[in-house]
């Protein structure tokens, strides 16, 4: 049987090796992703809110692994590009991609894959080495969103980083810390 990750991960092999629970793995996370953008808290002061797509997507990564945290994001954004309200504020909508959080919504993409990759490698078995994972993909949603905030609203890269990076980092460094702490204890709970 054909795995789709490259070495265990948390939601195990018996699902990753199996075509029809690996999609329900996908499309779960995907969904978990999706809800994780209700929660959201508006910024007056910067075009990009607060929400909890992140801690979904190092979730998804740690989970699922590479292949398929890619996939489970990639669906989110195609799930939203044809209009489903998955995004934050139940936006939806191809529109979205034309605005300011399109780089955050690729950096969703690579984070899962990156922290998906680490995770099969065995990172996301200690909490240092997971939180040191999980820190990895918030960096790279945070240079895909400031790249995007540079290109869709004309941002310097300084200021890209003040609007886009700044305000969320102690947020983030909690969902990071939270998702570091809870996947190596679901590794011990599962041994």
Known sequence: MHSYVSGPVIIGRSVTSNRVLAALAVV???GLTALMAQIEIP???TPVPITGQTFAVLLAGAGLGARLGASSQL???AAGMVGFPVFAGGSGGFEVFTGSTVGYLIGFVL???LVGRLAERGQDRN???A???FLAGS???YLCGAIGLMATAGMDFT?????GVTPFVFGDLLKAVAAGTLVPIAWKLRS
């Open 159 to 163: 200021t890209a980083v003040e609007l």
């Open 111 to 113: 984070a899962a894959a």
């Open 28 to 30: 779960g996370f995907a």
């Open 139 to 141: 960096a790279v949603i």
């Open 43 to 45: 910024l007056g002061f």
């Open 127 to 129: 909490v240092n080495t």
């Open 75 to 77: 669906l989110y954004l």
């Open 131 to 133: 939180i040191t994972a």
